[in-house]
């Protein structure tokens, strides 16, 4: 059997993951995995999207968990690291400023990557494999700042638009512009085109959490009117109330509401009936491609 181990550190608009994962190849068979996940609740876009810059604690607490993800990797020795900052690390002035800075103290490379690449990075992680043959699927991404949405038609992606449309930004009330009309008629556009019923592909740890408090497995599909009453019922609580009944982190009792606006307005405006989720995310991504890198990198040693 051989073995391999990679990390992925995933900088999004509400927190920050790093994750360790080992691959196996085995007489044929590839599994991947995870042996480590860290996550922190740091929520740079609070700060990115209301300021459009990060304060001095924001940067401090940011560098306190890289410093730490630098010390855990010391320990797991990865064969690969990559790192990627999504919306907040985009919108903030002094964001490469803080690349550089952590670049510096901790040796970390963050890559500030566009909506459209975070989006491939997901597709990545297998998620054609979720695919059924002759279906038309709208994988849609919801993060804290940004919803990545692409059409897939007979396993291909055909149409794909990021927009700066996100939980911390609903729940701020810091949508800029015509960017929640412009998502809607986008969708509209897009479910008119299908020539049979659209269904839904969600990523993101909202609809991961939707998924566990409706009790249904992983890829199990999710109807529209389950994921519906559930938003609405969660959206008549208070925050407080959610932690407390429902068993959420503090940082996930307050976005769940304004993620769960934005998926079921996606699931309505395209007559979406079905959202499947199959647990895939931008650090799942990340590990699978770091191995195809390894992969293609013994290669062409070899040759």
Known sequence: MLSYRFAAIDIGSNAVRLLISNVFEHEGKLTFKKQSLVRVPIRLGEEAFIHHTLSDEKITDFLEAMHAFKHLLKVYKPLKVRALATSAFREAENGVEVVDRVFRETGIRIEVITGREEAEVVYANGLRDNMDDNKSYLYMDVGGGS???????????????????????????????????????????????VPNQLSIIGSGGNINKYCKLLKREYGEPLLFEDIYHLYKKLKSMTPDERIADLYLNPDRADVIVPAGKIFTSVMRWSNAKLAYVPKIGVSDGLIKMLYHEHLNEMSSTKS
């Open 147 to 193: 919803t990545e949405l692409t059409l897939f038609m007979n396993h291909q992606p055909v149409l794909a638009k990021s927009f700066n449309v996100g939980s911390i930004r609903l729940l701020t009330d810091h949508i800029e512009g015509n960017a929640w009309e412009e998502m809607k008629e986008w969708v509209q556009t897009v479910g008119k085109k």
